[in-house]
């Protein structure tokens, strides 16, 4: 299946409106290095990683090296949250986004590994070019199957950027109730 650029473009620029960060790796094999580059500049000891295509997650431990401590699926659902709590960052695989916003849609069936993209202050979430959608609409049939599939347990989750919240000044604060920093990864191939 082939992308559209207009529609990574138009991704990337609404996700950024949202005051998201937004990447483009040219192949799988640059998403280690840009997730390396921002555990880095986040200066992260812990990154939690959930719900990514095979062998990715392998990949990412091995460019964050030795000094990082990484967490990875199958997490245990009691101990999860105090070991979410403990990573700086969360990296997930993302069904798909939602260009018109820039959101990112989050599908978990275990409802613990959600946890990966709310409690850290930094999440990444990593996206095929060829899973963006053009309007929300488009995601209805999406969601629909995903629920049909998963009757008891399927969460779905919209990420439009970080968390954000207004107090009674009305003054917008970031990183409140989740990640204070949020980047998404949109992959080409």
């Known amino acids: 299946m082939e992308f559209s650029p207009a529609v990574v473009?138009?991704?990337?620029?609404?996700?950024?409106?949202?005051?998201?960060?937004?990447?483009?790796?040219?192949?799988?094999?640059?998403?280690?290095?840009?997730?390396?580059?921002?555990?880095?500049e986040r200066g992260a000891t812990c990154v939690a990683l959930a719900n990514l295509v095979d062998g990715m997650s392998s990949a990412i431990a091995g460019a964050l090296g030795p000094n990082v401590r990484?967490?990875?699926?199958?997490?245990?659902?009691?101990a999860l949250p105090g070991l979410i709590d403990q990573a700086q960052v969360g990296v997930t695989g993302i069904a798909f986004g939602i260009a018109q916003t820039g959101t990112l849609?989050?599908?978990?069936?275990?409802d613990a590994t959600r946890l990966v993209s709310a409690l850290p202050r930094v999440h990444i979430g990593v996206v095929r070019a060829t899973d963006l959608l053009e309007r929300y609409d488009e995601a209805a049939p999406r969601i629909r199957a995903l629920f049909e599939a998963n009757p008891a347990n399927?969460?779905?989750?919209?990420?439009?950027?970080?968390?954000?919240?207004?107090?009674?000044?009305?003054?917008?604060?970031?990183?409140?109730?989740?990640?204070?920093s949020a980047h998404a990864i949109v992959v080409l191939d």
């Not at 990484?70 to 009691?78: A, K, N, W």
């Not at 950027?161 to 204070?180: A, F, N, Q």
């Open 154 to 180: 399927c969460v779905v989750s919209f990420l439009s950027g970080p968390s954000r919240t207004g107090d009674i000044e009305l003054k917008l604060t970031l990183g409140v109730h989740g990640p204070e």
């Open 70 to 78: 990484v967490l990875t699926e199958p997490f245990d659902s009691g």
């Open 105 to 110: 849609v989050e599908i978990a069936t275990d």
């Open 9 to 40: 473009e138009r991704f990337t620029t609404a996700y950024q409106r949202v005051a998201g960060v937004a990447h483009v790796a040219r192949s799988a094999d640059d998403v280690p290095g840009l997730v390396h580059a921002i555990v880095e």
